[in-house]
């Protein structure tokens, strides 16, 4: 079963910083992430999703791909390769992958402007490794599905003190 967690910040740097750690930690096998987005507000109240991949891009790419094959059989591999381009941007652009879109939204709505929020779509987690990791990141926990004994713990994880280096 997933779990979501999303964390404010007061800057896009400060999300991307944890994000950053969550994927280290992942590389560990500590963390297994489904989706993990940093949503930034900027200061005319714009919301901007930074997410992993753009679907866009991957549709594009595909579609290129199978439009150029299926042109090479009607000998027409460039028409058949814009056709399939722009049919799988389209494609690509409507499709939602991961945390919904809308969702991330209307919880970032909520965020100062200049601020940011981290949602984190969880797989499995090592608690004890992954809290020690996150400990004195900072940030505010807006939402999430986890446990109360486990939400407790990222938040007190989130404004612990971070260890010396």
Do not use: C, H
């Not at 800057?11 to 500590?30: C, D, G, I, P």
């Not at 389209?90 to 929020?117: N, R």
């Amino acid at each position: 079963m997933n779990d979501l967690l999303v964390i404010a910040f007061p800057s896009e740097q400060k999300a991307e910083e944890v994000r950053q750690k969550l994927f280290a930690m992942q590389k560990e096998y500590l963390i297994e992430l489904g989706d993990a987005v940093v949503a930034v507000k900027s200061e005319d109240g714009s919301i901007k999703l930074n997410q992993l991949f753009s679907t866009t891009a991957i549709g594009g790419v595909s579609g290129a791909f199978w439009g150029l094959l299926i042109g090479l059989i009607f000998m027409m591999p460039l028409a058949g390769a814009a056709l399939g381009a722009g049919a799988g941007a389209l494609s690509g652009a409507l499709t939602d992958f991961g945390i919904d879109d809308k969702f991330m939204k209307d919880v970032t709505a909520a965020v100062p402007a200049g601020g940011a929020a981290l949602f984190v779509l969880v797989r499995k987690m090592t608690t004890d490794k992954v809290l020690e990791g996150l400990k004195g990141a900072g940030g505010v926990v807006l939402r999430t599905s986890f446990e109360k004994s486990k939400e407790d713990a990222i938040r007190a994880a989130l404004a612990a003190q971070a260890p010396s280096a």
